[in-house]
Protein backbone atom coordinates (compact mmCIF):
# COMPACT_ATOMS: atom_id res chain seq x y z
CA UNK A 1 0.00 0.00 0.00
CA UNK A 2 1.13 3.34 -0.93
CA UNK A 3 0.95 6.07 1.17
CA UNK A 4 -1.19 9.11 -0.91
CA UNK A 5 -1.21 11.34 1.71
CA UNK A 6 1.14 12.34 4.82
CA UNK A 7 1.53 14.61 7.31
CA UNK A 8 4.79 14.53 9.23
CA UNK A 9 6.08 16.19 13.07
CA UNK A 10 2.77 18.82 12.20
CA UNK A 11 2.45 21.13 15.04
CA UNK A 12 -0.49 23.59 14.53
CA UNK A 13 -0.69 26.55 17.27
CA UNK A 14 -3.49 28.79 16.96
CA UNK A 15 -3.28 32.21 19.03
CA UNK A 16 -4.00 30.82 22.55
CA UNK A 17 -4.07 27.32 22.05
CA UNK A 18 -2.05 24.11 20.29
CA UNK A 19 -4.54 22.35 17.86
CA UNK A 20 -1.48 19.34 16.96
CA UNK A 21 1.37 18.54 18.81
CA UNK A 22 4.13 17.19 16.19
CA UNK A 23 1.56 14.73 14.80
CA UNK A 24 2.04 12.23 11.99
CA UNK A 25 0.22 10.48 10.46
CA UNK A 26 -0.40 8.57 6.48
CA UNK A 27 -2.93 7.99 4.52
CA UNK A 28 -2.91 5.24 2.45
CA UNK A 29 -4.42 5.05 -1.52
CA UNK A 30 -7.84 3.49 -2.85
CA UNK A 31 -8.47 2.90 1.08
CA UNK A 32 -11.47 4.30 3.40
CA UNK A 33 -9.65 5.47 6.56
CA UNK A 34 -11.40 6.71 9.70
CA UNK A 35 -9.87 9.71 11.20
CA UNK A 36 -11.95 9.36 15.00
CA UNK A 37 -11.39 11.47 18.15
CA UNK A 38 -13.53 13.52 20.57
CA UNK A 39 -14.99 17.19 19.53
CA UNK A 40 -11.81 19.29 19.10
CA UNK A 41 -9.24 16.63 18.78
CA UNK A 42 -7.70 18.30 15.58
CA UNK A 43 -9.34 16.11 13.28
CA UNK A 44 -10.70 19.35 11.55
CA UNK A 45 -7.13 21.26 11.86
CA UNK A 46 -5.96 17.94 10.42
CA UNK A 47 -8.11 17.98 7.52
CA UNK A 48 -7.90 21.68 6.81
CA UNK A 49 -4.10 21.51 6.37
CA UNK A 50 -4.15 18.33 4.02
CA UNK A 51 -6.41 20.65 1.84
CA UNK A 52 -3.53 23.32 1.99
CA UNK A 53 -6.49 25.65 3.93
CA UNK A 54 -4.27 26.15 6.72
CA UNK A 55 -0.01 26.04 7.13
CA UNK A 56 1.12 24.99 9.65
CA UNK A 57 3.26 26.58 12.33
CA UNK A 58 5.76 23.31 12.08
CA UNK A 59 6.45 19.77 10.45
CA UNK A 60 5.18 18.80 6.42
CA UNK A 61 2.10 18.32 4.47
CA UNK A 62 2.41 16.29 1.70
CA UNK A 63 -0.31 15.38 -0.76
CA UNK A 64 0.08 13.05 -3.71
CA UNK A 65 4.03 13.96 -3.19
CA UNK A 66 3.96 18.02 -2.92
CA UNK A 67 2.75 20.37 -0.68
CA UNK A 68 -0.70 21.41 -0.75
CA UNK A 69 -1.50 24.60 0.02
CA UNK A 70 -1.89 27.18 -3.38
CA UNK A 71 -0.85 23.76 -4.98
CA UNK A 72 -3.54 23.44 -8.40
CA UNK A 73 -2.49 20.29 -9.38
CA UNK A 74 -3.31 18.69 -5.86
CA UNK A 75 -5.94 20.16 -5.24
CA UNK A 76 -7.51 19.48 -8.45
CA UNK A 77 -7.54 15.73 -7.30
CA UNK A 78 -8.81 16.51 -4.41
CA UNK A 79 -12.36 17.15 -2.98
CA UNK A 80 -13.33 18.38 1.46
CA UNK A 81 -16.90 18.33 2.03
CA UNK A 82 -16.82 20.55 5.65
CA UNK A 83 -19.57 20.51 8.39
CA UNK A 84 -19.72 24.09 7.95
CA UNK A 85 -18.96 24.42 4.35
CA UNK A 86 -20.32 28.20 3.59
CA UNK A 87 -22.63 28.91 0.04
CA UNK A 88 -22.88 32.52 -0.99
CA UNK A 89 -26.22 33.10 0.08
CA UNK A 90 -28.05 33.95 -3.34
CA UNK A 91 -26.53 29.88 -4.63
CA UNK A 92 -29.92 27.67 -5.25
CA UNK A 93 -28.78 24.03 -5.00
CA UNK A 94 -29.07 23.99 -8.53
CA UNK A 95 -26.15 26.56 -8.76
CA UNK A 96 -23.72 25.09 -6.03
CA UNK A 97 -23.92 21.56 -8.41
CA UNK A 98 -22.91 23.81 -11.55
CA UNK A 99 -20.52 25.54 -9.88
CA UNK A 100 -19.02 21.59 -8.74
CA UNK A 101 -19.24 20.64 -12.52
CA UNK A 102 -16.94 23.31 -13.51
CA UNK A 103 -14.22 22.83 -10.83
CA UNK A 104 -14.02 18.82 -10.12
CA UNK A 105 -12.19 17.34 -13.16
CA UNK A 106 -14.15 13.93 -12.64
CA UNK A 107 -17.46 15.50 -12.13
CA UNK A 108 -20.01 13.13 -13.19
CA UNK A 109 -23.03 15.09 -13.22
CA UNK A 110 -25.30 11.52 -13.76
CA UNK A 111 -24.43 10.72 -10.79
CA UNK A 112 -24.84 13.99 -8.96
CA UNK A 113 -28.50 14.26 -10.36
CA UNK A 114 -29.64 11.05 -9.11
CA UNK A 115 -28.06 12.06 -5.77
CA UNK A 116 -30.35 14.88 -5.69
CA UNK A 117 -32.61 13.08 -5.89
CA UNK A 118 -32.11 10.30 -3.26
CA UNK A 119 -31.96 13.38 -0.89
CA UNK A 120 -34.86 14.46 -1.94
CA UNK A 121 -32.94 18.21 -2.48
CA UNK A 122 -35.02 20.90 -3.81
CA UNK A 123 -32.89 21.92 -6.93
CA UNK A 124 -34.63 25.36 -6.89
CA UNK A 125 -34.25 26.28 -3.35
CA UNK A 126 -31.83 29.05 -1.79
CA UNK A 127 -28.90 26.73 -0.06
CA UNK A 128 -30.05 29.55 3.05
CA UNK A 129 -33.49 28.09 3.35
CA UNK A 130 -32.64 24.32 3.28
CA UNK A 131 -32.45 22.81 7.06
CA UNK A 132 -29.31 21.56 8.28
CA UNK A 133 -29.64 18.22 7.40
CA UNK A 134 -30.39 19.49 3.47
CA UNK A 135 -27.39 21.27 3.82
CA UNK A 136 -25.37 18.50 5.03
CA UNK A 137 -26.60 16.36 1.86
CA UNK A 138 -25.47 19.55 -0.23
CA UNK A 139 -22.05 18.81 0.88
CA UNK A 140 -22.60 14.56 0.42
CA UNK A 141 -23.45 14.76 -3.13
CA UNK A 142 -20.81 17.49 -3.89
CA UNK A 143 -18.40 15.29 -2.20
CA UNK A 144 -19.57 12.00 -3.65
CA UNK A 145 -20.03 13.21 -7.29
CA UNK A 146 -17.04 14.87 -7.21
CA UNK A 147 -14.62 11.47 -7.94
CA UNK A 148 -11.84 13.01 -6.77
CA UNK A 149 -8.83 10.64 -6.50
CA UNK A 150 -8.66 12.09 -2.55
CA UNK A 151 -11.97 12.91 -0.74
CA UNK A 152 -12.05 14.40 3.20
CA UNK A 153 -15.42 13.92 4.61
CA UNK A 154 -15.26 16.29 7.59
CA UNK A 155 -18.30 14.67 9.55
CA UNK A 156 -20.96 15.81 6.70
CA UNK A 157 -23.86 14.31 8.52
CA UNK A 158 -25.11 16.85 10.70
CA UNK A 159 -28.64 17.43 11.17
CA UNK A 160 -28.98 13.77 8.72
CA UNK A 161 -31.42 11.59 10.08
CA UNK A 162 -30.39 7.64 10.93
CA UNK A 163 -32.46 6.88 7.38
CA UNK A 164 -30.31 9.36 5.32
CA UNK A 165 -26.94 8.92 6.76
CA UNK A 166 -27.15 5.27 6.43
CA UNK A 167 -28.00 6.09 2.72
CA UNK A 168 -25.03 8.17 2.68
CA UNK A 169 -23.26 4.97 3.72
CA UNK A 170 -24.74 2.82 1.11
CA UNK A 171 -23.79 5.31 -1.79
CA UNK A 172 -20.36 5.61 -0.83
CA UNK A 173 -19.50 2.07 -0.89
CA UNK A 174 -21.30 1.30 -3.92
CA UNK A 175 -19.45 3.94 -5.52
CA UNK A 176 -16.25 3.24 -4.20
CA UNK A 177 -16.32 -0.20 -4.82
CA UNK A 178 -17.04 1.25 -8.51
CA UNK A 179 -14.71 3.58 -8.64
CA UNK A 180 -11.99 2.84 -6.04
CA UNK A 181 -10.36 6.03 -4.37
CA UNK A 182 -8.64 7.30 -1.29
CA UNK A 183 -11.66 8.20 1.44
CA UNK A 184 -10.76 10.04 4.73
CA UNK A 185 -13.80 10.39 6.94
CA UNK A 186 -13.82 12.05 10.13
CA UNK A 187 -16.47 11.14 11.79
CA UNK A 188 -17.64 10.05 15.99
CA UNK A 189 -20.53 8.08 15.06
CA UNK A 190 -17.48 5.24 14.86
CA UNK A 191 -20.42 1.97 15.52
CA UNK A 192 -22.36 3.19 12.11
CA UNK A 193 -19.38 3.33 9.96
CA UNK A 194 -16.87 0.68 11.64
CA UNK A 195 -17.82 -1.90 8.67
CA UNK A 196 -16.97 1.27 5.78
CA UNK A 197 -13.19 1.13 7.22
CA UNK A 198 -10.25 -0.31 6.42
CA UNK A 199 -7.63 1.65 8.37
CA UNK A 200 -7.85 4.39 11.27
CA UNK A 201 -6.21 7.24 12.45
CA UNK A 202 -7.42 8.10 16.07
CA UNK A 203 -6.53 11.50 17.66
CA UNK A 204 -6.85 12.56 20.60
CA UNK A 205 -6.56 16.29 21.89
CA UNK A 206 -4.11 17.17 19.41
CA UNK A 207 -1.92 13.79 19.54
CA UNK A 208 -2.00 10.67 17.59
CA UNK A 209 -3.34 7.47 19.32
CA UNK A 210 -3.40 5.46 16.76
CA UNK A 211 -2.86 4.82 13.18
CA UNK A 212 -3.18 1.39 12.17
CA UNK A 213 -5.43 -1.19 9.85
CA UNK A 214 -8.62 -1.68 11.68
CA UNK A 215 -7.94 -5.61 12.02
CA UNK A 216 -4.94 -4.92 13.38
CA UNK A 217 -6.04 -3.12 15.71
CA UNK A 218 -9.07 -4.82 16.77
CA UNK A 219 -7.52 -8.24 17.44
CA UNK A 220 -4.52 -5.79 19.68
CA UNK A 221 -7.06 -6.37 22.54
CA UNK A 222 -9.87 -8.27 23.86
CA UNK A 223 -12.80 -7.58 26.39
CA UNK A 224 -12.74 -10.12 29.23
CA UNK A 225 -15.87 -10.01 31.29
CA UNK A 226 -16.47 -11.77 34.81
CA UNK A 227 -15.90 -11.82 38.72
CA UNK A 228 -14.03 -8.89 39.47
CA UNK A 229 -11.57 -11.22 41.71
CA UNK A 230 -11.26 -13.39 38.37
CA UNK A 231 -10.73 -9.99 37.15
CA UNK A 232 -8.05 -9.20 39.39
CA UNK A 233 -6.21 -12.14 39.03
CA UNK A 234 -6.12 -12.29 35.04
CA UNK A 235 -5.02 -8.91 34.82
CA UNK A 236 -1.46 -9.53 37.01
CA UNK A 237 1.22 -8.00 34.77
CA UNK A 238 -1.02 -7.21 31.79
CA UNK A 239 -1.76 -3.79 30.20
CA UNK A 240 -5.29 -2.80 31.55
CA UNK A 241 -6.79 -0.27 28.50
CA UNK A 242 -10.28 0.02 30.82
CA UNK A 243 -12.38 -1.02 33.42
CA UNK A 244 -15.87 -1.32 33.75
CA UNK A 245 -18.53 -2.48 35.52
CA UNK A 246 -18.32 -4.22 39.57
CA UNK A 247 -18.35 -7.18 41.33
CA UNK A 248 -20.15 -10.53 39.33
CA UNK A 249 -20.35 -7.87 36.60
CA UNK A 250 -17.13 -7.01 35.64
CA UNK A 251 -15.58 -5.98 32.45
CA UNK A 252 -11.80 -5.02 31.49
CA UNK A 253 -10.25 -4.08 28.14
CA UNK A 254 -7.07 -5.45 27.80
CA UNK A 255 -3.87 -5.08 25.61
CA UNK A 256 -3.43 -9.19 23.99
CA UNK A 257 0.51 -9.92 24.62
CA UNK A 258 0.52 -13.46 23.48
CA UNK A 259 -0.99 -16.75 22.66
CA UNK A 260 -2.13 -17.55 26.23
CA UNK A 261 -4.57 -14.51 27.12
CA UNK A 262 -7.56 -16.35 25.92
CA UNK A 263 -6.65 -19.54 27.25
CA UNK A 264 -5.64 -17.50 30.77
CA UNK A 265 -8.92 -16.06 30.55
CA UNK A 266 -11.34 -19.23 30.20
CA UNK A 267 -8.71 -20.58 32.82
CA UNK A 268 -10.14 -18.54 35.47
CA UNK A 269 -14.08 -18.64 34.06
CA UNK A 270 -13.54 -15.05 32.17
CA UNK A 271 -15.49 -14.96 29.03
CA UNK A 272 -13.51 -13.52 26.22
CA UNK A 273 -14.67 -11.00 23.83
CA UNK A 274 -13.21 -9.32 20.84
CA UNK A 275 -13.63 -5.43 21.51
CA UNK A 276 -15.09 -3.61 18.95
CA UNK A 277 -13.73 -0.65 17.15
CA UNK A 278 -15.95 2.04 19.02
CA UNK A 279 -14.83 0.74 22.58
CA UNK A 280 -11.42 -0.05 21.72
CA UNK A 281 -11.30 4.15 20.94
CA UNK A 282 -13.18 4.93 23.57
CA UNK A 283 -10.74 3.13 26.17
CA UNK A 284 -7.65 4.25 24.01
CA UNK A 285 -8.76 7.67 24.63
CA UNK A 286 -9.97 7.48 28.10
CA UNK A 287 -6.86 6.06 29.20
CA UNK A 288 -4.81 8.79 27.37
CA UNK A 289 -6.97 11.39 28.98
CA UNK A 290 -6.61 9.87 32.20
CA UNK A 291 -2.51 9.75 32.45
CA UNK A 292 -0.77 12.96 32.79
CA UNK A 293 -0.09 14.43 29.29
CA UNK A 294 3.38 13.91 28.26
CA UNK A 295 3.49 10.10 30.22
CA UNK A 296 0.00 9.00 27.48
CA UNK A 297 2.64 10.23 24.62
CA UNK A 298 4.99 7.66 24.92
CA UNK A 299 3.26 5.41 26.60
CA UNK A 300 0.43 5.35 24.39
CA UNK A 301 2.27 5.67 20.90
CA UNK A 302 4.98 2.74 22.49
CA UNK A 303 1.86 0.61 22.44
CA UNK A 304 0.06 1.82 19.37
CA UNK A 305 3.17 1.25 16.83
CA UNK A 306 3.04 -2.10 18.43
CA UNK A 307 -0.27 -2.30 17.53
CA UNK A 308 0.10 -1.13 13.74
CA UNK A 309 3.04 -3.69 13.07
CA UNK B 1 -5.21 29.06 -16.83
CA UNK B 2 -8.08 26.81 -17.42
CA UNK B 3 -8.71 26.89 -13.05
CA UNK B 4 -8.77 30.80 -13.44
CA UNK B 5 -11.22 31.22 -16.63
CA UNK B 6 -13.17 28.58 -14.41
CA UNK B 7 -12.51 30.85 -11.61
CA UNK B 8 -14.11 34.02 -13.48
CA UNK B 9 -16.97 31.44 -14.64
CA UNK B 10 -18.15 31.10 -10.92
CA UNK B 11 -18.98 34.95 -11.02
CA UNK B 12 -21.67 34.28 -13.80
CA UNK B 13 -22.73 31.19 -11.75
CA UNK B 14 -25.79 33.72 -10.35
CA UNK B 15 -26.03 35.89 -13.57
CA UNK B 16 -28.53 38.37 -12.10
CA UNK B 17 -25.65 39.73 -9.81
CA UNK B 18 -24.40 41.53 -12.73
CA UNK B 19 -28.25 42.75 -13.03
CA UNK B 20 -28.04 44.44 -9.57
CA UNK B 21 -25.94 47.75 -9.71
CA UNK B 22 -27.94 48.35 -12.74
CA UNK B 23 -31.01 48.23 -11.08
CA UNK B 24 -29.75 50.21 -8.39
CA UNK B 25 -28.51 52.83 -10.86
CA UNK B 26 -31.59 52.24 -12.63
CA UNK B 27 -33.69 53.60 -9.66
CA UNK B 28 -31.29 56.28 -9.40
CA UNK B 29 -31.90 57.83 -12.78
CA UNK B 30 -35.60 57.59 -12.05
CA UNK B 31 -35.53 59.44 -9.51
CA UNK B 32 -33.33 61.94 -11.20
CA UNK B 33 -35.65 62.05 -14.32
CA UNK B 34 -38.67 63.20 -12.46
CA UNK B 35 -36.85 65.44 -10.43
CA UNK B 36 -35.25 67.58 -13.07
CA UNK B 37 -38.88 67.14 -15.15
CA UNK B 38 -40.45 68.88 -12.00
CA UNK B 39 -37.90 71.11 -10.76
CA UNK B 40 -37.14 72.51 -14.19
CA UNK B 41 -33.20 72.10 -13.55
CA UNK B 42 -31.79 71.92 -16.85
CA UNK B 43 -32.03 76.14 -16.69
CA UNK B 44 -29.03 76.44 -14.09
CA UNK B 45 -27.01 73.63 -16.37
CA UNK B 46 -26.13 71.79 -13.24
CA UNK B 47 -22.55 69.96 -14.24
CA UNK B 48 -24.20 66.82 -13.41
CA UNK B 49 -25.88 64.26 -10.83
CA UNK B 50 -24.05 61.66 -8.69
CA UNK B 51 -26.17 59.38 -9.93
CA UNK B 52 -24.09 57.02 -11.62
CA UNK B 53 -21.92 56.80 -8.66
CA UNK B 54 -24.51 54.78 -6.91
CA UNK B 55 -23.21 51.87 -9.80
CA UNK B 56 -19.97 52.11 -9.09
CA UNK B 57 -20.89 51.97 -5.09
CA UNK B 58 -22.82 48.78 -5.51
CA UNK B 59 -20.15 47.10 -7.91
CA UNK B 60 -17.38 47.59 -4.90
CA UNK B 61 -20.11 45.68 -2.24
CA UNK B 62 -20.68 43.31 -4.98
CA UNK B 63 -16.68 42.69 -4.99
CA UNK B 64 -16.74 42.60 -1.10
CA UNK B 65 -18.64 39.73 -1.08
CA UNK B 66 -16.68 37.50 -3.75
CA UNK B 67 -14.08 37.54 -1.20
CA UNK B 68 -16.05 37.08 1.87
CA UNK B 69 -19.08 34.57 0.44
CA UNK B 70 -17.90 32.82 -2.75
CA UNK B 71 -14.03 32.63 -1.83
CA UNK B 72 -15.08 30.31 0.94
CA UNK B 73 -16.70 28.49 -1.61
CA UNK B 74 -14.70 28.48 -3.96
CA UNK B 75 -11.97 27.33 -1.91
CA UNK B 76 -14.27 24.52 -1.12
CA UNK B 77 -13.96 23.26 -4.41
CA UNK B 78 -10.58 22.89 -4.35
CA UNK B 79 -9.45 26.20 -6.24
CA UNK B 80 -6.81 27.97 -5.05
CA UNK B 81 -6.56 31.69 -3.44
CA UNK B 82 -4.39 32.38 -6.42
CA UNK B 83 -6.89 31.20 -9.11
CA UNK B 84 -9.80 32.52 -7.12
CA UNK B 85 -7.92 35.88 -7.30
CA UNK B 86 -6.83 36.07 -10.46
CA UNK B 87 -10.19 34.69 -12.04
CA UNK B 88 -12.03 37.10 -10.02
CA UNK B 89 -9.81 40.29 -11.32
CA UNK B 90 -10.02 38.68 -15.05
CA UNK B 91 -13.65 38.82 -14.37
CA UNK B 92 -13.72 42.30 -13.01
CA UNK B 93 -11.67 43.22 -16.34
CA UNK B 94 -14.10 42.40 -17.98
CA UNK B 95 -16.82 43.61 -16.70
CA UNK B 96 -15.93 47.10 -16.27
CA UNK B 97 -15.17 47.29 -19.72
CA UNK B 98 -18.26 45.93 -21.20
CA UNK B 99 -20.00 48.59 -18.34
CA UNK B 100 -17.62 51.87 -19.56
CA UNK B 101 -18.43 50.74 -23.49
CA UNK B 102 -22.54 50.55 -22.41
CA UNK B 103 -22.10 53.83 -20.15
CA UNK B 104 -20.62 55.44 -23.30
CA UNK B 105 -23.47 54.56 -25.37
CA UNK B 106 -25.78 55.77 -23.43
CA UNK B 107 -23.56 58.76 -23.13
CA UNK B 108 -24.41 59.48 -26.50
CA UNK B 109 -27.77 58.61 -26.18
CA UNK B 110 -28.28 61.04 -23.55
CA UNK B 111 -26.52 64.00 -26.12
CA UNK B 112 -29.34 62.88 -28.96
CA UNK B 113 -32.26 62.79 -26.50
CA UNK B 114 -31.25 66.32 -24.82
CA UNK B 115 -30.72 65.01 -21.51
CA UNK B 116 -33.23 62.54 -21.87
CA UNK B 117 -36.06 65.27 -22.75
CA UNK B 118 -35.20 66.88 -19.14
CA UNK B 119 -31.80 67.96 -19.79
CA UNK B 120 -30.52 65.40 -17.34
CA UNK B 121 -26.81 65.05 -17.54
CA UNK B 122 -26.70 61.65 -16.03
CA UNK B 123 -23.89 59.89 -17.94
CA UNK B 124 -22.56 63.03 -18.78
CA UNK B 125 -20.81 65.71 -16.31
CA UNK B 126 -17.55 67.54 -16.20
CA UNK B 127 -16.17 63.73 -16.54
CA UNK B 128 -16.64 64.01 -20.38
CA UNK B 129 -13.56 64.05 -22.83
CA UNK B 130 -13.71 64.67 -26.74
CA UNK B 131 -12.15 61.16 -27.93
CA UNK B 132 -14.39 57.66 -27.61
CA UNK B 133 -11.83 55.60 -26.58
CA UNK B 134 -10.41 57.95 -23.66
CA UNK B 135 -14.29 58.39 -22.41
CA UNK B 136 -14.49 54.67 -21.86
CA UNK B 137 -11.41 54.72 -20.00
CA UNK B 138 -12.83 57.69 -18.09
CA UNK B 139 -15.86 55.28 -17.05
CA UNK B 140 -13.62 51.79 -17.02
CA UNK B 141 -10.65 52.47 -14.92
CA UNK B 142 -12.97 53.94 -11.65
CA UNK B 143 -15.15 50.92 -11.75
CA UNK B 144 -12.19 48.64 -11.89
CA UNK B 145 -10.53 50.81 -8.65
CA UNK B 146 -13.87 50.24 -6.90
CA UNK B 147 -13.60 46.54 -7.88
CA UNK B 148 -10.53 46.05 -6.64
CA UNK B 149 -11.15 48.11 -3.00
CA UNK B 150 -13.95 45.70 -2.69
CA UNK B 151 -11.50 43.02 -2.84
CA UNK B 152 -9.20 44.59 -0.73
CA UNK B 153 -12.03 45.02 1.80
CA UNK B 154 -13.30 41.45 1.34
CA UNK B 155 -10.13 39.70 2.26
CA UNK B 156 -9.46 42.22 5.21
CA UNK B 157 -12.33 40.98 6.68
CA UNK B 158 -11.70 36.88 5.89
CA UNK B 159 -8.52 37.84 7.55
CA UNK B 160 -9.81 40.07 10.47
CA UNK B 161 -12.80 39.64 11.15
CA UNK B 162 -15.52 42.97 11.43
CA UNK B 163 -13.42 44.15 14.76
CA UNK B 164 -10.63 44.46 11.99
CA UNK B 165 -12.68 46.24 9.51
CA UNK B 166 -14.23 48.33 12.32
CA UNK B 167 -10.43 49.30 12.82
CA UNK B 168 -9.82 50.22 8.70
CA UNK B 169 -12.91 52.41 8.42
CA UNK B 170 -11.83 54.35 11.96
CA UNK B 171 -8.42 54.56 10.43
CA UNK B 172 -9.73 55.95 7.39
CA UNK B 173 -12.25 58.36 9.08
CA UNK B 174 -8.50 59.50 11.04
CA UNK B 175 -6.27 59.91 8.39
CA UNK B 176 -8.97 61.46 5.84
CA UNK B 177 -10.45 63.48 8.48
CA UNK B 178 -6.76 64.23 10.02
CA UNK B 179 -6.21 65.71 6.40
CA UNK B 180 -9.14 67.86 5.91
CA UNK B 181 -8.18 69.13 9.63
CA UNK B 182 -4.79 70.06 8.62
CA UNK B 183 -6.56 72.02 5.26
CA UNK B 184 -8.54 73.91 6.90
CA UNK B 185 -6.08 74.98 9.38
CA UNK B 186 -3.53 75.96 6.78
CA UNK B 187 -4.65 78.04 4.13
CA UNK B 188 -1.60 77.96 1.78
CA UNK B 189 -1.79 74.19 1.96
CA UNK B 190 -5.54 73.91 1.20
CA UNK B 191 -4.86 76.03 -1.82
CA UNK B 192 -2.07 74.24 -3.33
CA UNK B 193 -4.27 70.96 -2.81
CA UNK B 194 -7.40 72.95 -4.65
CA UNK B 195 -4.88 73.68 -7.11
CA UNK B 196 -3.89 70.47 -7.91
CA UNK B 197 -6.92 68.93 -8.23
CA UNK B 198 -8.23 71.64 -10.43
CA UNK B 199 -5.67 72.03 -12.35
CA UNK B 200 -6.13 68.51 -13.43
CA UNK B 201 -7.51 67.03 -16.81
CA UNK B 202 -10.53 64.66 -16.58
CA UNK B 203 -9.05 61.73 -17.88
CA UNK B 204 -5.88 62.06 -15.18
CA UNK B 205 -8.15 62.55 -12.39
CA UNK B 206 -10.35 59.65 -13.74
CA UNK B 207 -7.47 57.09 -15.25
CA UNK B 208 -4.04 58.24 -14.25
CA UNK B 209 -4.58 58.65 -10.29
CA UNK B 210 -7.03 55.85 -10.21
CA UNK B 211 -4.73 53.52 -11.80
CA UNK B 212 -2.31 54.31 -8.93
CA UNK B 213 -5.13 53.51 -6.43
CA UNK B 214 -6.32 50.61 -8.13
CA UNK B 215 -2.57 49.11 -8.12
CA UNK B 216 -2.16 49.42 -4.68
CA UNK B 217 -5.96 47.84 -3.70
CA UNK B 218 -4.96 45.08 -6.66
CA UNK B 219 -1.79 44.35 -5.05
CA UNK B 220 -3.12 44.44 -1.05
CA UNK B 221 -6.17 42.14 -1.93
CA UNK B 222 -3.36 39.81 -3.54
CA UNK B 223 -1.06 39.29 -0.41
CA UNK B 224 -3.52 39.55 1.69
CA UNK B 225 -5.78 36.28 0.43
CA UNK B 226 -2.97 34.24 0.43
CA UNK B 227 -3.07 33.55 4.24
CA UNK B 228 -6.81 33.32 3.69
CA UNK B 229 -8.95 30.62 5.43
CA UNK B 230 -11.99 29.75 4.49
New interface residues.
Partial sequence: MMAIAAVREVTMRFRGHTALHNVSATFEENVITGLLGRNGAGKTTMMQLLAGHLVPTSGNIEVFGANPYENESVLQRMSLVKENQKYPEYFRVADAMSAAAMLFPNWDAGYAKSLVADFDLPQKRRIKKLSRGMLSAVGIVIGLASRAPLTFFDEPYLGLDAVARQMFYDRLIADYAENPRTIVLSTHLIEEIAGLLERVVIIDRGKILADADVDDLRTSAISVSGPGEQIDQFLGGRDLLRREGAGQLSRAVVRVQGRDDRADASALGLDVEPVSLQHLVVSLTNRAEAIHPAAALTAESAYLEEASR | MN?IV?AA??HL??PW?LLLPWAIMGSSFFINVLVWRLADMAEGREPGTAGLASLYLTLCIVYV?SMS??L????????????FYLGTALFAGLQSLVYGVLFHGLLLVERATDGWGVGLPFFGGFWVVDNPILQVLVYVVPLLVLAFLGMAVGVMYKRFGSLGLYALIIGTILGFGGLGVLLAWQEGWRETVFGFFTGQSAVALFTGWPLLLGVLFAAAAYLGI??V??
Avoid at chain 2, 72 to 83: E, H, I
Fill in positions: RSRLVALQALPFAMGLSLTRRSRRVP
